[in-house]
């Protein structure tokens, strides 16, 4: 039963990066297939590092992101010495448990007791860290944890994965903004040369000074003086 958990847990990775989804909805995917894939587990969280900080932080339930935001809060849990060591944390006594002694307390008196976190591993590099929760003492057992390091390595990759595609998507998005920019500015720097006879340098120069006297983007300004010049030639009189 077990291993076809896990054999669940991974045929849902496989198909995470076929649809359209947000980085966050992705990587909550992945938290909740540990969930169904590890035995045991109640609840889990996934961690993303940016710059080596806990930069997108999810969960598959709300007592999981409690938890996490106790751990993140007081800089010390078994997610942080995951990354750090780069090896699985196992305790099933978190309240008495010595290697995080403000933390683990804390869990226990949410009722949390068991946790077992795993690194996120590429070959160069640690990306995060997996964290997985149970109420009951002792929850996780060897099964667990074997079954939770194999989950962690694809886990790993398909993390990876979105984050590079959120990243490529916000970079065509950025793109095709500024390109859009830049064609409406083109456009209002046309139509003040017809008006004033402006040269292209001059034109941009009035549209700067334009921005800086409203206190106003340089690409709205243009905006609104293309919008102007489209109405005024639409007016049944502009003929």
């Known amino acids: 039963m077990d291993d076809k958990s896990l054999a669940t847990g991974l045929t849902g990775l496989a198909g995470l990066l076929t649809g359209h989804r947000a980085l966050p909805e992705t990587l909550t995917h992945i938290a909740q297939f540990a969930v169904q894939a590890i035995p045991g587990a109640e609840g889990a969280g996934l961690t993303m590092l940016d710059d080596d900080r806990p930069q997108t932080v ?10 996490d935001d106790v751990q993140y809060g007081l800089a010390e849990g078994p997610c942080l010495l995951a990354v750090a060591t780069r090896q699985t944390q196992l305790s099933g006594s978190l309240g008495g448990e010595r290697r995080w002694p403000r933390f683990g307390p804390r869990a226990g008196r949410m009722g949390v007791h068991s946790v077992l976190s795993l690194p996120l591993l590429l070959p160069d590099r640690v990306i995060g860290a997996l964290n997985v929760y149970a109420h009951e003492k002792d929850a996780f057992g060897p099964d667990a944890e074997r079954i939770g390091e194999l989950f962690a390595r694809p886990a790993a990759v398909s993390g990876h994965n ?6 490529s998507q916000q970079l065509a998005t950025q793109l095709g903004e500024a390109l859009t920019s830049r064609a ?7 139509i003040l040369m017809s008006r004033t006879g402006a040269t292209p340098e001059e034109a941009f120069d009035q549209l700067r000074t334009m921005s800086q006297a409203q206190h106003v983007k340089l690409a709205e300004v243009a905006r609104t003086l293309v919008a102007e010049a489209v109405r005024r030639a639409r007016r049944p009189d502009a003929g």
């Open 162 to 167: 979105a984050q590079v595609l959120a990243r």
């Open 184 to 190: 409406v500015i083109d456009q209002a720097r046309g």
């Open 58 to 67: 999810v969960a598959s339930a709300e007592f999981v992101r409690v938890v």
